[in-house]
């Protein structure tokens, strides 16, 4: 029989030291989000860091524990403090994270980094060697590994490998940067799929390619376009990545109603600084100064989930927009109104559901974003069909939604303020008919509609194809 092992840089839920004891909790992002709705009970094998530098048997009975309990078997691996430090912190997180997504002047190309990449992407072609069997399919994700599938080969490894990319792909201005960018590219040509969420990111890749390496033959053809390289023919998708919008409606149906004296305008982000947070504070302080008749009449609510990434561009981006808030709230702020709530945490589940249901905007900033579910998890459970997305046109979602929602430029922070009034003073009509068909949209490309237009074109074969597992 066969079965689906996933690999991703970090579990759906790890161990987090507190005190003297481990305590398992849910992981933050949208990989993980995504997955867990794509896979849900299916007998896929999840290996993937467990957030801790050892296991000791007791911890690995509790992340699978606790994963089964989920629908998942776990495979957690522990990685050393350099491993931490030097291959997540390094190469993927200090490295191809900003520069992928713009922010050049925060890589920093170590060396050392790179050595880490190397050992951690053979580390893990080596567990999975160990777990594998005949006739398993390998579905990789993300920026972590793109060496993977050239170690697993060297393993005599022979399944079938398909990756996906989270995040988008940089064009060659600035994918050059990167001393080791040969390596890389010829890392991932050895997958037998690549999937990306837009066809910018796709022309990006086959543009670096083009450039790159030597003796490839790409035949670009709509769905699939396929390399050839040394021998061998990978192929090239592009699957935006959705919401399980079905589960968003139904949670959204019964969530307890919020206060809404005011009109809400809702932002969800994790602590990074490809969210265009701070800019996002300078358009609303910008708003109240230029439209002082909304003010008390609407509130930003803004939740902020803390990063798991340990660099110092995050402390200072903390800092930095807490001032800012503070000072919106300082000099707008009343006795009765306080212009941004700031919630500096992850949101738990159901108030996430209450939010995105009674908000009247739902405000999505990013800088550069591969996708960002956050703007369609709002679509899937504003069941009223009265609430406005406004979205950075830099983010994957835009190249599919911009029909249906307010489109802003963060770097525009006018434009940006204005687009903010746009949404909230528009006619109960006319904000109906976008999120209709903004709803329509993400109802039919939902996460199943994701996964399973990937595993056809990687393996010939479906989610449901895959067993259930049992409790
Ligand atoms: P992320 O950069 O993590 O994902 P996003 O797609 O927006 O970005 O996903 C974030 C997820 O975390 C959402 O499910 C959201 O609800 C949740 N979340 C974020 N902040 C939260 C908070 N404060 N409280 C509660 N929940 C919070 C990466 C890429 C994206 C891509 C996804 C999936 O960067 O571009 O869309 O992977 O491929």
Redesign the pocket.
Same mark, same amino acid.
């Given at each position: 029989m066969e079965r689906l092992i996933v690999v991703s840089a970090i579990l759906p839920i790890h161990l987090q030291k507190e005190g003297k004891e481990y305590t398992v909790k849910v992981s933050?992002?949208?990989?993980?989000?995504?997955l867990k709705q794509a896979l849900k009970k299916r007998q896929a094998i999840w290996i993937g860091w467990a957030g801790v530098n050892r296991l000791n048997k007791q911890m690995k009975e509790l992340i699978v524990k606790e994963g089964t309990k989920e629908g998942f078997i776990l495979y957690p691996v522990p990685f050393t403090d350099e491993e931490r430090k030097n291959f997540f912190d390094g190469f993927s997180n200090g490295i191809i994270w900003p520069l992928f997504h713009t922010f050049q002047a925060y890589a920093r190309f170590e060396p050392s980094y790179w050595n880490a990449y190397k050992s951690v992407n053979k580390k893990f072609a080596q567990i999975i060697k160990r777990v594998i069997h005949k006739d398993d399919l390998i579905w990789v994700h993300?920026y972590h590994f793109f060496l993977l599938p050239e170690y697993l080969k060297k393993a005599g490894v022979k399944n079938k490998t398909a990756f996906?990319l989270?995040?988008?792909f940089p064009s060659p201005e600035l994918f050059f940067k990167i001393p080791w960018r040969i390596d890389l590219l010829k890392g991932l040509l050895q997958y037998d799929l690549i999937g990306f969420?837009t066809y910018i990111d796709r022309k990006n890749f086959l543009d670096c390619i083009n450039e790159l390496i030597e003796n490839v033959n790409i035949q670009i053809k709509e769905p699939v376009t396929r390399i050839s390289y040394n021998g061998k023919t990978v192929k090239i998708g592009v699957f935006p990545?959705s919401?399980d919008f079905d589960y968003y409606e139904e949670k959204a149906k019964s969530a307890k109603p919020l206060d809404r004296r005011r009109k809400i305008i809702l932002g969800?982000? !994790?602590l =990074?600084y490809?969210?265009g947070l701070i800019h996002k504070i300078k358009a609303y302080r910008l708003f109240l100064q230029k439209y002082p008749e909304l003010h008390c009449k609407v509130k930003l609510v803004q939740?902020?989930?803390p990063n798991i990434k340990k660099l110092p561009e995050y402390d200072q981006l903390k800092v930095e927009f807490e001032h800012l808030v503070s000072d919106v709230n300082g000099k707008f702020g009343t006795d009765r109104w306080t212009p941004i709530q700031y919630?500096s945490? !992850?949101? =738990?589940?159901e108030k996430?559901i209450r939010y995105y249901r009674y908000s009247d905007v739902c405000w999505?900033n990013?800088i550069k974003?591969?996708?960002?579910?956050?703007g369609k998890?709002y679509a899937a459970a504003n069941i009223d069909e009265n609430g406005v997305l406004l979205l950075s046109e830099f983010?994957?979602?835009a190249t599919e939604l911009h029909n249906n929602c307010i489109l802003v430029n963060p770097y525009d922070i006018e434009g940006t303020a204005d687009a903010l009034y746009r949404a909230l003073t528009m006619s109960l009509e006319e904000k109906s008919q976008m999120m209709k068909r903004l709803r329509k949209h993400i109802r039919r490309f939902n996460i199943g509609w994701w996964s399973n237009a990937f595993l056809e074109t990687a393996f010939g074969k479906k989610i449901e194809d895959f067993p259930i597992l049992e409790d």
């Open positions: 933050p992002g949208g990989l993980v989000t995504a993300d996906f989270h995040i988008p969420h990545i919401v969800i982000d !994790r =990074d490809t969210k939740a902020v989930a919630i945490r !992850r949101v =738990d589940f996430l999505v990013s974003d591969g996708m960002n579910l956050v998890e983010t994957g979602a």
